[in-house]
């Protein structure tokens, strides 16, 4: 098994690489040159990224199902993947959750770690007692397949939401936001000037306190595999213990609306360090959100 799992991300590494010379990390010598990935993806146009095959083969396991994806016209046809999880019956109401990655397209690390949690979740699918998941791992195609944080409009999309942006996958998850009304909104990103891992508590103030609650052991659980960013700032942003208590406008979150607030989390890896430990610093840290979720909503039903 863990051979098996050791593998597995040494092709995660590779086809990362591939993706951005940038980075000093990657140690392998047949890293296969971006051109002929962008061409496997261009003869895949329209279908999965490659690091979603693992997801793609689990699809329509028990719990597990790949929907139909959310198409888009950029140049030609796109679809932006989506998942879904259903845990086991909880007490009450199921919590819905929306976990977002590969927003910033030369972010895949984020999305490798989401679908490293929704295979954990297949084996494990106590974990997510309680839970429906909804999942995102590639919110960017475009900017996936073009290695750039943009997507092809030339816009940074997680600066765009609910300020009537006229691209298409930020109006397409917008709809995702109001359709599915989550309880709970994650979103994961990768930071190339961060020495550790840290959070952003995304939300419009009001679900704050919760999502603090939730943001502090997941770090923790991160640190286990990376160690966490301290600064008195980063990203521009007043930090204290790698918590982030303002963000950008326009990022992706919750829309207005009457009832309780979910909690919002953004959570960022530093992306230099190794992608296996940033996959399981991701993996680690919405394990905990769920598990911690699930507790306060326990001891406080009406949250
Ligand atoms: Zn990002």
Redesign the pocket.
């Known amino acids: 098994m863990k051979e098996v799992s050791l593998m597995k991300f040494i092709n995660l590494d590779r086809a990362v690489s591939a993706f951005d010379s940038r980075r000093e990390w990657h140690t392998l010598q047949s890293v296969p040159r971006p051109s002929d990935v962008v061409l496997r993806a261009a003869a895949a146009f329209g279908a999965a990224a490659s690091f979603l095959e693992p997801l793609d083969a689990l699809a329509g396991s028990a719990h597990f199902y790949r929907r139909s994806g959310l198409v888009f016209e950029r140049g030609g046809r796109w679809e932006l993947p989506r998942y879904q999880f259903f845990g086991p019956r909880g007490g009450g109401d199921a919590m819905r959750i929306g976990i977002f990655a590969t ?2 397209g030369d ?1 895949p690390e984020s999305g490798m770690g989401l679908v490293h949690f929704l295979e954990g979740l297949v084996r494990q699918p106590e974990l997510a007692r309680g839970f429906i998941i909804e999942a995102y791992p590639l919110c960017n195609p475009t900017g996936y397949f073009d290695a750039t944080r943009q997507a092809r409009g030339g816009k940074d999309l ?1 600066r765009e939401f609910w300020r009537d942006s006229a691209e298409p996958e930020v109006r397409l998850l917008e709809e995702e936001l109001l359709r599915h009304r989550f309880d709970g909104i994650i979103s994961l ?2 930071d190339d000037t961060s020495e550790g891992v840290y959070g952003f508590l995304s939300g419009r103030n009001s679900g704050a306190v919760l999502s603090g609650h939730l943001l502090e052991p997941a770090l923790r659980a991160a640190e286990a595999f990376l160690p966490r960013n301290v600064a008195a700032q980063i990203d521009g942003f007043a930090a204290c213990g790698g918590v982030l208590r303002n963000c950008y406008e326009g990022v992706l979150r919750a829309p207005d609306h009457d009832g309780p607030p979910p909690f919002e989390i953004t959570f960022e890896t530093p992306q230099r360090a190794p992608v296996d430990r940033q996959i399981e610093a991701f993996n680690s840290a919405l394990i905990s959100i769920l598990a911690e979720y699930r507790q306060l909503l326990a001891h406080a039903p009406n949250l």
């Open positions: 927003i910033h972010e997680n990103h990768c």
